[in-house]
């Protein structure tokens, strides 16, 4: 059981490689041997449990895959969506659904985390969802989104497990040394969301140190702040944008959608600023939401996208916690360090408390010998989640 386990989660692994793109797949196969699908992809849900015959995944995972608003007050956990309300009662380990009690029990508490009910979410917001026996694995879909058939999707992981099975382990070489060990990495400092009054705080941050960054700016906002943007466009700073609307539901609903999005904004930068740029950061990042016609479509457009490999979290602090941002940060960069990355990009956003923490930021990354770094579209480097090396 264990040999077909790892086969398993070996050919997940390649079914995330042959729907996102050439590059390190982010398969997940749980304790209970299945794995999560969304539309084309396997979802990063590592601890999936099966009670009672049926799945159960941490709220955690739902609430990043699938944007739930979700609160704890007095015991209770409050989960929103599409004007629906889940109440979890952590006294009496009921669930109630706008008031009405579920007879039975769709959320559990496990070893103090709260598990959902795969089925029960996806059906109540609107996913339908699909059960492969042979490959042991749970499709959740729409059909308003574009994806391929049932019948295309379960082959292409069949083929994926059989082209899994192990082969004889090669023998091991001794690890080249790296060409300059001591050097330290180079930091790309982006802020999305803008343009916007604290994109003027945040450009006169940088210009006082010397430091150059990327800024993604949203369609719609550009539309209210042209002058920011001409402004922006005469700075020492790179621009590429961040969609149209950052609407979740009208970015990724269809590739022609996507794409419109992505266009639309390029296009305006273009007009406001008389620069060109083909760099776009996707809203909320390419994972799990673009889908492989959409990877296409922006390689078809030539377009490159950048994600990020340190998250500061700013959006959720207020300006009072500051310094947590800067932590964050610190303890971000320090990591990917200390992997051997030497190409770390910082997702940071146009916001007031952002604007308070920057001057740490900087003051640290610089002290610290880091070398900081804006997008050079002649040398562009490959840096997204779907492990794409042409965008």
Known sequence: MKKMYSILAIALGLLLFMTIGTGKAQAAVGNGERAIGLHDRILPINDIRVIDGDTKVPLTDMEKTFYLTVTTEDGKTTIDKYGKQFVFDAATGMTTLDGTVEAWKPIVEIDGNLFISVKYLTREIGFKMEYFTSIRTIRIYRDDYEHMNHDAYELMVKKAIEAAKPAPPAKPTKPSKPANPNKKAVVYLTFDDGPNQFTLKNNDTLNKYKAPATFFFIGNEMKHQPSIV??????????????????????????????????????????????????VRVPYGSVPHVTPAMQKSLKTKGYKMWDWNVDSNDWQYKDTQADQIVKNVQDGVTKQAKAGE??????????????????????????????????????????????????
């Not at 956003?349 to 610290?368: C, G, N, Y």
């Not at 002649?378 to 779907?386: E, P, R, V």
């Open 342 to 391: 030497k190409q770390i990009i910082v997702l940071m956003h146009d916001r007031s408390q952002t604007a308070i923490a920057l001057p740490k930021i900087i003051e640290w990354l610089q002290k610290e010998g880091y070398e900081l770094k804006k997008y050079e579209p002649s040398n562009h480097i490959s840096k997204n989640f779907l492990k794409d090396p042409e965008l």
């Open 230 to 279: 001409k402004k922006m466009a005469k700075s020492d700073h790179s621009i590429g944008t961040h969609s149209m609307s950052h609407n979740q539901k009208l970015v990724y609903q269809s590739t022609n959608g996507f794409i419109a999005e992505m266009s639309g904004a390029a296009d305006l930068l273009a007009k406001q600023s008389g620069k060109q740029s083909k760099l």
